[in-house]
């Protein structure tokens, strides 16, 4: 019988527990990546509340990627003794630590006259691989950085996400067509990642569906699972697009995504890692024991309360005080819209 609080090993990390920050984006970096203390702040709450492992909010691979304000980077080597004090602060108290490698869209540069946003049907394959070096790149400043763990960000129709969708790619090429000419530039990129730092936790992020006229579906994400699977990734976390669903209550409408994982967790040997509206113990309790689930991961509730863990540790009856607003995604700091002084701090 599997129990949220025990340890578990997973390839190259060991989690106190089977809960996972899933990465969560707090908007309030400079614009070369640089991060502060708030930022430092906001991770020791996290690291400090019981967490088993924390995925940072995604942070870019590249300079130009204009996709978000306030995106951490690491896209060049200067950022890395910041994100190394970050890994520090982290690893204080325990707990394993993964960079959320990200590309919110690709922007080519047209000289002195700007950058411009190209889709994936008008990339040049140079561009392709100039893509997948900047993932392998930020993958070694992470790990000279610290960090125990990259996560390949490719769901929620971020770059990656959107080139492997149908809805999006419609390239004619090795890299367009079926599932796995599309996923090609991620497995590509997890071999890049191998080849440069072989003893980093390499995840992935992925949708279950894109919930898209003709785009992803739950039948080619698993296909596209079970090539990743073949190649080695050594996690993935099941997601989907537009997570965010509003109005989640404890034992009532929690778990979304585990019908898919635990369809994906049955057809997979990697670990998979669901994420979706968990809010109590007992709900989760049930999503690892009836299915081969290995670990769950949240975002709002920590956002709500980053000891929402210990306080689970504590009292089997305890439930998440987030009731799905999603006003934190419009607060300063992304930070919860009931915890004012906290979120003006």
């Known amino acids: 019988m599997k129990k949220i609080f025990e340890k578990i090993h997973l390839n190259h990390l060991t989690l106190k527990n089977r809960l996972v920050r899933s990465a969560t984006w707090e908007g309030i970096a400079v614009l070369d990546g640089s991060i502060d203390e708030r930022t430092y702040r906001i991770y020791e709450e996290l690291a400090a509340g ?3 492992a924390i995925v940072t909010g995604f942070t870019s691979v590249c300079d130009n990627d204009f996709y978000f304000d306030g995106m951490m980077r690491l ?23 993964i960079s959320q490698l990200a590309l919110g869209a690709f922007y080519r540069t047209h000289g002195g006259r700007g950058s411009l946003q190209v889709e994936p049907d008008d990339m040049t394959r140079e561009e392709i691989e100039l893509v997948e070096n900047q993932f392998a790149d930020a993958a070694r400043r992470a790990k000279e950085a610290g960090f125990d763990g990259v996560q390949i960000h490719a769901a929620h129709f971020f770059f990656l996400s959107r080139f492997i969708s ?15 000419n599309r996923s090609r ?15 980093l936790h390499v995840s992935i992020k992925i949708n279950s569906s894109d919930f898209t006229q003709d785009g992803l579906t739950e039948k080619e994400s698993l296909e596209i699972c079970r090539l990743l699977d073949k190649d080695g990734i050594d996690s993935i976390e099941a997601s989907g697009n537009g997570t965010s669903v509003g109005g989640i209550r404890a034992g009532v409408n929690e778990g979304y995504f585990v019908p898919f994982a635990s369809r994906l967790s049955d057809e997979i040997k990697t670990p998979v890692i669901c994420v979706g509206g968990f809010r109590s113990r007992a709900v989760m309790e049930d999503a690892l024991n009836k299915t081969d689930i290995t670990a769950l991961s949240l975002s709002r509730p920590l956002v709500c309360e980053p000891d929402f863990p210990h306080k689970l540790q504590t009292d089997k009856s305890e439930v998440s005080k987030c009731v799905s607003c999603n006003g934190c995604y419009s607060s300063y700091m992304h930070r919860c819209v009931f915890n004012r002084n906290e979120a003006n701090s």
């Open 50 to 52: 019981g967490i088993g």
């Open 75 to 97: 896209s060049h080597d200067e950022l890395i003794p910041q994100y190394k004090k970050l890994t520090d602060i982290i690893h204080s108290y325990g707990v394993p630590v």
């Open 166 to 180: 149908p809805a999006v790619n419609h390239r004619t090429d090795c890299y367009g067509g079926n599932s796995e």
């Open 185 to 199: 530039i991620i497995c590509e990129i997890l071999s890049k990642i191998r080849d440069a730092s072989p003893n």
